[in-house]
């Protein structure tokens, strides 16, 4: 009966169509995320934990867009084939204790961050002694095992069911539930306790949160229209910060509350609907369906709008635009190294000295001429510099001619009197302090 309500054309435009498209989004927004938080110059308390969110938020999305691939797409097609129902009954039985683990991680997560947000704006004191990485990991720790122990009841496989299907000719195998799961105790007492702490109690506690934030918002807001001309770049530039951090989890929080709501009116029917009478329980079942259509769709949007919230900062933004232009640029400059080597083989006689003929000769030139026309007097200016300054001593193996990696490529551009790799000197922090410098000025003229 379920499977029938999901084959509808409701159910199979937002699960098998929507859903997936969105599941796609949400699980390239989460890598990129990855990308940029994990940058050396990004590392902080509050990246770890959106490192770890960003990872957690991977999982759902991906095993629900799976399961519907394979029962919308690939189940009609080998509906004789009794391994592909075999696995797919097992993968998902699976798939549903996998989602659930992780969504309840992410919730709490969630709460987590909120939490070290929370205790930064209130107490900025007592936020230098606990909020920091080696807290945050023992928290992340924590957390993972309560949402395993929360769901084991979802793995208490015990037994393999055999069903058939075209009269019988077909027989494919599942996994079949503890006996446990179908007693009163656990529809009555666990099942209500598991839900409340997956997600109501993180809901809860994330609306709590989300009111005291509002409030420091609006008092941040205030201070920075209240500054005047005399006010020092630096605190001016730790105001806006605060800001801009405390309005991205603000937007992180509503966006969960929102995007879970349909969720959380699913489970709350899910625990009254023993209350009701069977015929009462079929007509709400036909909404529940298309309730939980609805609620997916809301849990995939909230897994993948972190990317675009996390834009608001614009040390983000900067390294992401650092680090794309950076890795173009080097595919431009191997793309045209391998187009001019391959029609350097291609020539088979070739009249010149070296075995080149004039007109590779002439693209062999072009191979190794800089992309910048001013890049080679660069270059040659360092490295006057360089044998000027070292006593006219210099490895010629140093790779000062070849930025291999973006940490290299990000090494010239940090302060030279800086030990820190890490300060506030590098090449992103210093063109997000041009901008707002500039910004201050214009203001205030």
Known sequence: ???????????????????????????????????????????STMTTLLVTLAWADLVPPTVASLNSILFYYFLPRMNNSSTFLTTH???????????????????????????????VVKQPLVAKTYCNRRTARYAIVIILFLSIFVNIPLFLFTSIRVYCTNNGLIK???????????????????????????????????????????????????????????????????????FRITLMIVCVLTVYMICRSAHLLEVIHLLIAPLFSIQQQIYFNKIRIKLYCISNIMLTINHGANFYIY?????????LKLYLTYYFRRCRI?????????????????????????????????????????????????????????????????????????QKYLRQFLDANSNN?????????????????????????
């Not at 609306?207 to 020092?232: C, D, E, G, M, P």
């Not at 083989?345 to 080149?356: F, V, Y």
């Not at 072009?366 to 660069?378: A, D, F, R, V, W």
């Not at 901008?435 to 214009?442: A, D, V």
């Open 1 to 43: 009966m379920i499977d029938i309500h999901f084959r509808s054309p409701f159910a199979f435009w937002t699960l098998g169509v929507i859903s997936v498209i969105l599941s796609i989004l949400s699980d390239a927004g989460n890598l990129i995320n990855l990308f940029v938080l994990t940058r050396r110059h990004m590392r």
């Open 89 to 119: 009954m097992i993968a998902r039985a699976i798939f549903n204790g996998l989602a659930n683990v992780f969504t309840t991680f992410s919730n709490w997560l969630i709460v987590l961050i909120t939490t070290f947000r929370l205790i």
């Open 172 to 242: 494919y195998y599942s996994l079949g539930g503890s006996p446990l799961l179908r007693t009163k105790f656990f529809s009555r007492f666990f099942y209500p306790i598991m839900v409340t702490i997956s997600l109501l109690f993180p809901w809860l506690i994330c609306f709590l949160i989300w009111l005291f934030l509002i409030r420091a918002l609006r008092s941040a807001q205030s201070q920075l229209t209240k500054k005047n001309v005399n006010t020092t770049f630096r605190n001016d530039r730790k105001q806006d910060t605060y």
């Open 311 to 319: 834009s608001i900062n614009p040390k983000f933004r900067l390294t």
């Open 334 to 406: 191997k793309r045209r190294r391998a187009f001019t080597l391959f029609h350097l083989r291609r020539k088979k006689t070739n009249d010149s000295l070296d075995g080149l003929s004039a007109q590779n000769d002439f693209n062999r030139s072009i191979m190794l001429t800089p992309s910048n026309p001013n890049e080679g007097n660069q270059r040659f200016s360092i490295n006057h510099n360089l044998l000027t300054t070292n006593g006219g001593v210099y490895k010629q193996n140093c790779t000062i001619n070849s930025i291999r990696t973006p």
């Open 421 to 445: 790799e890490n300060s506030e000197k590098s090449y992103v922090w210093r063109e997000i302090e041009q901008r707002l410098k500039y910004h201050r000025r214009n203001h205030f003229q």
